[in-house]
């Protein structure tokens, strides 16, 4: 076995690079995270730095002996990774330079990786061939009277809806096939259609109860269940449905609401504000408001169609 000594001034590196490695795909997003901490190490030698950067190197990856070759770093080390620490990995990397005293070069910067990346021990601890110590703290505090304080005025409403949730139906599984999931999506968005939660925060005469606050206390606790549920949730009855309630007329109201309300009536999210901040600067599709013919012209690359208001 080829044994590979890295000097500590990349040594200290080593676990950040074998994590975000570790399933082949280094975004962009992540390289510039990573590249920023890099340039403003003052420790670090010309011939250091070009080998870390190197390794930023989507173009030509590091090598599978030299991502073994790091393993085997860490491996080696016999530090135990305590996941109760503030930065995990950034405290296991300062004791892997620590057992040779090189701890006065330590870049303390590199827990801007962890946080930036949203880096947390449970994406990487089954990666280390090292003890994993995981501290105990749910005796610092009673999880149900926090429970109770974060509930809020809604209490009462949010068990219930606690319940709705535990339902067999809304059971958290991976679903690969993309179609397939999508109807378990929808039917999960139907279901609380008709359980009166989508049209929670409609008026009264259209199937809801006016009560917006806790409609969003209710999508909020979605996110419990599943986050392609919640934006879905929130896309229908939100975004479609509430558009329609706040931007249309009672003649829109009485022709639409309800029906969105019950998910008999599906909508989705448009934007055509090319400026805007998200992708939108990509899209291909627009729609203008005619107002002399009271229409709105939707221009593809495919077609061009125009609709009456």
């Known amino acids: 076995m080829i044994k590979t000594t890295f000097p500590p001034s990349i040594l200290q590196y080593i676990p950040f690079f074998f994590v975000i490695w570790s399933d082949d795909l280094l ?15 003052q420790n670090l030698s010309e011939k250091d730095r070009k080998t870390l ?54 870049n303390e910067n590199l827990s ?24 105990k703290t749910s005796h610092y505090y009673d999880p149900a009277e926090i429970d109770q304080i974060l509930k809020g005025t809604y209490h009462r409403e949010i068990d219930k809806f606690r319940g709705i949730l535990s339902k ?14 999508r109807e378990k999506v929808l039917t999960q968005v139907q ?17 809801g109860t006016g009560n917006m606050s806790l409609y969003a206390t209710i999508f909020e606790n979605l996110m419990y269940v599943d986050g392609s549920l919640t934006v879905k949730f929130g896309v229908q009855f939100g975004l479609f449905g509430g558009s329609i309630q706040k931007l ?9 609401l309800t029906a969105v309300g019950k998910a008999e009536l599906l909508g989705c999210f448009a934007m055509t504000e ?12 627009t729609a203008t408001y005619n107002k002399e013919q009271d229409n709105i012209t939707i221009h593809t690359r495919e077609r061009t169609t125009t609709r009456n208001i």
């Open 274 to 285: 090319t400026g805007h901040g998200s992708n939108v600067r990509g899209i291909k599709t």
């Open 27 to 41: 975004t962009i997003s992540e390289i510039a995270v990573v590249k920023k901490i890099i340039d403003e190490d």
């Open 53 to 106: 950067n190197g390794w930023l190197n989507t173009a030509q990856p590091p090598l599978d002996t030299e991502i073994k070759s790091w393993q085997r770093a860490i491996s080696n080390s016999g530090i135990k990774l305590v996941e109760g620490d503030n930065h995990p990995l950034t405290s296991f990397s300062k004791k892997l330079i620590s057992q040779n005293g090189s701890e006065h070069i330590f």
């Open 168 to 181: 067999s139906i809304f059971s958290w599984e991976i679903i690969k096939n993309k179609e397939e999931f």
């Open 112 to 135: 801007a990786i962890e946080i930036n990346l949203g880096i947390q021990p449970n994406h990487y601890h089954h990666l280390f061939e090292v003890e994993v110590v995981q501290e």
């Open 248 to 256: 249309g007329t009672k003649k829109h109201h009485d022709r639409y």
């Open 191 to 207: 279901y609380l259609a008709e359980a009166g939660y989508g049209a929670m925060a409609y008026p009264d005469a259209y199937g």
